[in-house]
């Protein structure tokens, strides 16, 4: 049997809409957004279903989304979405809207302990539904969408109040209800960072490129991003990454030169041509004193007290975690484990505070503390 939807559209369909689920005591929620096709993301369709209905809201077709904004933001009525971090951001980031009361389907799993994270995966494990990934790329800004492109959406949601219930029953089997909520409430807090200016001090792969090259490789990244923007498409569609950096390391000053570089195509050359050059000069106008350079950062050596702690630590996070049947990096990530041991018998609990979770510190608190004693 098909999947059933109703696509909102209209203002009238999303008052209506938004009043039935205002009597719901929980719905589920997903988002499609168009990220890998233009220079700002922005969410496309937001998918709703209910125990008995699933919706499609054409986000594009609306100027805002306001009956919505009270729903999400109802602490009574409980928001089942799955690796929500990515809504939560784009959802602030376009309509300044929060989501309280949330329940993570991923997170869930992820504290269960099950292998198979991906709704894919768990959709096929526990209701034999098999979602076709070939769509998860497309680019939902394009109209009118397709019913392949509109049931694949639908789909995302259909499940997942169902797959909420089962996980929610092992969690509360195991004990681990309180961990989960934990867990959802900080997700929850998560806001997406505004856009920083391109610099060629995050770029990763180029620390063995030189002064000149690395202000020559800045001036061509400050291009690729106005031409992204002028394009409307994501910067690494208008030039590669790994090509800018070859151009950079060669910073030629003649169209003959650029079309001697590996990957550089005559296409790259006709519609980008000028402007890399007049960037290449750009960048070799620097004065060298003013290239870009790394800072070395002074790694401070840990006492051999702290590495032993470190490992003591480490070999204690491992054991619960395998007791527990759970990642160890969910219990306690590598990261805390170094900043825990780094601490001193005086400054230990106020550390543990601020680096672990209630729910870890429980667990893990008083085996940690005999590391210290």
Known sequence: MALSYKVIE????????????????????????????????KVCLIQISTREENYIIDVLKFKDLEPLRPLLFNDRIEKVLHGADYDIRMLAKDYGMEIRNLFDTMIAGQILGLKGLG???????????????GLQKADWSKRPLSKEMLSYAA????????????????????????????????????????????????????????GRQL????????FRDAEARE????????????????IAKAHPSTLEGLRNIRGVTERVVERYGKGVLEAIKKGNSVPSELCPRFEKVERSRRSEAELQRFERLKAVSARIASELAIDPAILCTNASLSVIASATPITFEETMRVTLKSWQKDLLGREFLAVFG
């Open 119 to 133: 709704l894919a995966a768990l959709l096929n494990d526990y209701f034999k539904v098999n979602i076709d990934k």
């Open 215 to 222: 202000a020559v490789l800045q001036a061509l990244l400050e």
């Open 10 to 41: 209209n203002q009238e369909g999303l008052k209506e809409l938004a009043g039935g689920l205002s009597r719901e005591g929980s719905f589920a929620l997903d988002i499609e957004a168009d990220s890998l096709h233009n220079y700002e993301g």
């Open 155 to 210: 789909l995302d949601t259909a499940h997942l109040l169902g797959l909420r219930d089962l996980l929610a029953s092992k969690l509360e089997i195991k004990g681990r209800m309180e961990w989960a909520r934990e867990e959802f409430h900080l997700l929850s807090l998560n806001r997406a960072k505004p856009r920083q200016p391109v610099s060629v001090l995050t770029v990763k792969g180029v620390r063995d490129l030189n």
């Open 231 to 246: 394009l409307d498409r994501p910067p690494f569609k208008v030039l590669g990454g790994d090509l800018l950096i070859e």
